[in-house]
């Protein structure tokens, strides 16, 4: 984009100028609408998302297995939701602004095998591409019990098959982890600004790391060149992956029935805001598609991201998804919120949220500091900075009046998207961080 293009957007979109500036900004999407036809639209529907949801419960048998930490749950990946009133009470003196609806908290930072949202779509791609092979060469029947994929002959079926993922960390982290269990040859190509622990871990666990100086989607394009030369050869595509994105939309019937659970309304009088942390944006989409499909209008679904890497954001403002990034809007993409340092957004997400998204908003990786030190001092929960970018949900849609936001009647539910794989010892770092910026 050059000076003059740049001018015009400028120009036709105000807001713009706050992102250039990278002040903590709301945008609201004009293009939402009527949620039954932004999901026909789609071109996805509730059917697809079942049939993600019932290869997750096939394979619950095999997780059981050899996660035996899933065991609780019955090799079901999921995460528990909470009510969190400490941090709620925190958050409005902070912020000097009153919450009163209900605040929760997904704690996705809490998804076993991989501690982040990333648990949900890698995990079930890697399944369903497993399931696929078995099938082909007769080693499985679809009613039979999955438990068998732990036997020798599937392990030797995927050892000749190869999985390879471009990541920052976290997909990388599900993909590898997941692959490597199965027994495929797996390769994780990583960013320069990888964290050097989830290098370390995924080598243990017997997955190649491939290292690029560039960034993220410099990885993320060597890996598809090698993969597509190679016919046994599967590469997660974090920008275009239909499987990804339904396996994040699985997340949808299992809120619903965890807020039924736990005897919270949503309807039109107890509407549901959602805040999930955006990076490319299969994650907090296919979760929003999901949510959509149980709640229809009733819920509000907000992405997340840096003020540094605003790419959705800018992204759907400006109609161009791909087409555009924050270096075209002279923005550095510089941010320690992993996973959300993403300079080009998905535009198989982006335009499928275009009907069905509230509105994006941004935050400083300052607040996100401050919020983690926040959450651990009130509420004991540890969350890694991404995990944050939710939290000023419920302040960003008060202080915008969105419907009802301000009402005791509204829940804000917070998606914390990881955490439980940091080491303690940078958890400690991050959390300090936080300390030396309160008060200010
Ligand atoms: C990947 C990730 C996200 C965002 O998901 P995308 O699919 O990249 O938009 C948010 N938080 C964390 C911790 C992540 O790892």
New binding site residues.
């Given amino acids: 984009m050059n000076q003059s293009e740049k001018a015009k957007w400028i120009e036709k979109m105000p807001l713009l100028q706050e992102i250039i500036d990278k002040r903590e900004i709301l945008w609201q999407n004009p293009s939402n609408g009527d949620s039954a036809s932004g999901i026909a639209q789609s071109g996805i529907t509730a059917a697809d998302v079942k049939d993600a949801s019932d290869r997750l419960k096939r394979f619950a048998s095999y997780i059981e297995k050899v996660f035996p930490e899933t065991i609780a749950a019955n090799g079901i990946i999921e995460s528990p939701i909470i009510s969190i009133p400490k941090m709620k009470q925190a958050l409005a003196a902070k912020y000097n602004s009153d919450i009163p609806g209900e605040l929760l908290l997904k704690q996705d930072n809490a998804l076993p095998i991989s501690g ?3 648990a949900r ?1 890698g995990i079930y791609e890697v399944l369903k591409h497993a399931e696929t092979l078995a099938l082909e060469h007769g080693l499985i029947k679809l009613d039979e019990d999955y438990a068998k994929f732990a036997e020798p002959e599937f392990r030797n079926l995927f050892a000749k098959h190869k999985i390879a993922v471009g990541s920052t ?3 990388g982290l599900s993909i590898g982890i997941m692959s490597a269990k199965l027994g495929f040859n797996v390769t994780v190509h990583m960013s320069a600004d990888a964290k050097l622990w989830k290098k370390e871990l995924l080598r243990e666990k017997g997955v190649t790391v491939v290292e690029y100086a560039d960034d993220y989607s410099k990885a993320v394009e060597e890996g598809r060149r090698q993969a597509e030369a190679d016919p046994l050869c599967h590469f997660v595509d ?1 920008e275009n992956s239909l499987d990804l994105f339904l396996g ?1 939309a699985v997340a949808g019937e299992r809120v619903a029935s965890q807020l039924k659970e736990q005897g919270i309304m949503v309807n039109k009088e107890h509407p549901l805001y959602v805040y999930l ?9 296919g979760v929003a598609f999901g949510l959509k499909l149980q709640f229809g209008d009733n819920v509000h679904c907000f992405f997340a991201e840096p003020t540094h890497s605003p790419c959705m954001t800018i992204g759907m403002m400006t109609g161009l998804h791909d087409k555009v990034s924050v270096a075209d809007f002279g923005l550095d993409n510089q941010t320690a ?4 340092a ?1 300079g080009t957004p998905s535009a198989f997400v982006g335009k499928k949220m275009e009907p069905l998204l509230e509105g994006c908003y941004t935050i400083a990786d300052e607040t996100m500091f401050e919020l983690l030190t926040m959450i651990a001092d009130t509420e004991e929960i540890r969350l ?1 900075p ?2 944050l ?1 939710g939290m000023t949900g419920p302040i960003q849609t008060i202080r915008h009046d969105m419907p009802q936001a301000d009402s005791s009647s509204a829940t804000h539910l917070v998606w914390a ?2 955490g439980s794989m940091v080491p303690e010892n940078e958890m400690n770092i991050y959390y300090g961080i936080g300390k030396g910026n309160n008060g200010k």
């Fill in positions: 982040s949202i990333k779509g960390g976290n997909l974090d994040y942390p955006c990076g490319v944006g299969g994650g907090p989409g919120a992993d996973g959300l993403v890694e991404s995990a970018a998207t990881g």
